[in-house]
Nanobody, 114 residues
Framework: QVRLVESGGGLVQPGGSLRLSCAASGFIFSINAMGWYRQAPGNQRELVATITSGGSITNYADSVKGRFTISRDNPKNTVYLQMNSLKPEDTAVYYC???????WGQGTQVTVSS
C-alpha cells in the first residue's frame, strides 16, 4: 500500500535550518508530483511547496519563497524540504503528500522558538 514517512523535524532557533525528508513506497514515485503541506494549531492545512515528477518545476507558497527549497531523488523514492531562515510562524506539523491522490504521511513537527 501507499506509504509516506516524514522525518527531520525538531526544535530549532529562529534563523536556523532543517531538512525534512519523505520516504515513499507502494507506488511509482518517479511519475508522481509530490508536495509538502503544513498545519499549525487552529489553522487549516496549507500548501508549502510542490514539485513535478521529474523535479523540473517547483511551486512555493509566498510565505516561504526564497527560504525553502523542495527537491527529490527519484532513485531513492524520497522528497526533501530544505528550510532555511526559519521563523516562529513556520512552526507547524509538516506533511508529505502525493499530489492528485489522497495520500498523506503522518507528519513531522517543526518548532521554531528561542
Amino acid at each position: 500500500q501507499v506509504r509516506l514517512v516524514e522525518s527531520g523535524g525538531g526544535l530549532v532557533q529562529p534563523g536556523g535550518s532543517l531538512r525534512l525528508s519523505c520516504a515513499a513506497s507502494g507506488f511509482i514515485f518517479s511519475i508522481n508530483a509530490m508536495g509538502w503541506y503544513r498545519q499549525a494549531p487552529g489553522n487549516q492545512r496549507e500548501l508549502v511547496a510542490t514539485i513535478t515528477s521529474g523535479g523540473s518545476i517547483t511551486n512555493y507558497a509566498d510565505s516561504v519563497k526564497g527560504r525553502f527549497t523542495i527537491s527529490r531523488d527519484n532513485p531513492k523514492n524520497t522528497v526533501y524540504l530544505q528550510m532555511n531562515s526559519l521563523k516562529p510562524e513556520d512552526t507547524a506539523v509538516y506533511y508529505c503528500h502525493r499530489e492528485n491522490y489522497n495520500s498523506w504521511g503522518q507528519g513531522t513537527q517543526v518548532t521554531v522558538s528561542s
